[in-house]
């Protein structure tokens, strides 16, 4: 019961670090964004890039922690990152009658989340080799 008391903390505290993040991201884009939600784009994206070094890390070195990768996957990537603002504005494109923005934005941002994952796995992967 206290380990799954510790891990509730440590997705929090990473879920709480990860929103507030993702809060200033949608701050900064409100100033520089026309038409296209870059804010989410951006956090998506990065999130996704982080979860993969994370996870490369986690699965071959002693370097990450459980626990650690509880607060960073799981907490922070996951406030971070947010597929619902995704659909959203998604929607709002397709209530516009906009579906090629649609289709761009939505499949863009899977793409490039997929990419920036893949990324995030190979340069922990080249790290990791350049380490030992």
């Known amino acids: 019961m206290k380990q799954t008391i510790l891990s ?8 709480m670090a990860g ?3 993702r809060y200033l991201f949608a701050l900064i884009a409100q100033r520089y964004e026309i ?3 870059a804010g989410t784009v951006a956090a998506n ?13 986690a699965a071959e070195t002693t370097s990450v922690s459980p626990e650690m990768r509880l607060l960073l996957a799981t907490g922070f990537c996951g406030g971070f990152t ?13 209530k516009s009658d906009e579906y090629l923005h649609a289709f761009a934005y939505s499949g863009g941002t899977l793409l490039f ?4 994952f893949l990324a995030g796995s190979i340069i ?9």
């Open 8 to 15: 509730i903390i440590y997705v929090g505290i990473g879920g």
């Open 19 to 21: 929103s507030i993040v």
């Open 35 to 37: 038409m296209f939600p």
């Open 45 to 57: 994206v990065l999130g996704c890039f982080i979860i993969g070094i994370v996870m490369q890390l």
């Open 82 to 94: 947010t597929m619902s603002s995704m659909v959203y504005e998604t929607m709002q494109y397709v």
């Open 113 to 116: 989340s997929f990419a920036a």
């Open 124 to 132: 922990s992967r080249l790290l990791i080799k350049a380490a030992f």
